[in-house]
Nanobody, 123 residues
Framework: QVQLVESGGGLVQTGGSLRLSCAAS????????MGWFRQAPGKEREFVAA???????NYADSVKGRFTISRDNAKNTLYLQMNSLNPADTAVYYC?????????????????WGQGTQVTVSS
């Protein structure tokens, strides 16, 4: 069973950048597809990005071209580089691990979750 801990959230102005990190422990990191999701107040949790075992990636249309997901298997760490942020990106961001093959986009396909990190983008 893998444990996930996110970090790197904070307050940033429109147009700014943040890099989120997710440290994994207790499992074999390289065997998991990893994903980022986010949840804004009053809204459902939504898919942001995913990266599989061989670093193939998938992004939600809303973040494509602005966000980059990556993983460092030597450090058991997942990243999300977020550029050109805008207030619509304000949410709690969660990293998640899936044992499914491919690049799942539904939250139910991810068995393990971090506690989340808050990202707030001011206008």
């Amino acid at each position: 069973q893998v444990q996930l801990v996110e970090s790197g959230g904070g307050l940033v102005q429109t147009g700014g950048s943040l890099r989120l990190s997710c440290a994994a422990s207790g499992g074999t990191f390289t065997t998991y597809t990893m994903g980022w999701f986010r949840q804004a107040p009053g809204k459902e949790r939504e898919f942001v990005a995913a990266i599989d075992r061989i670093r193939i990636t998938n992004y939600a249309d809303s973040v494509k071209g602005r966000f980059t997901i990556s993983r460092d298997n030597a450090k058991n760490t997942l990243y999300l580089q977020m550029n050109s942020l805008n207030p619509a990106d304000t949410a709690v961001y969660y990293c998640a691990a899936s044992q499914r093959f491919g690049l799942p986009v539904r939250s139910v396909e991810y068995a393990y979750w971090g506690q989340g990190t808050q990202v707030t983008v001011s206008s």
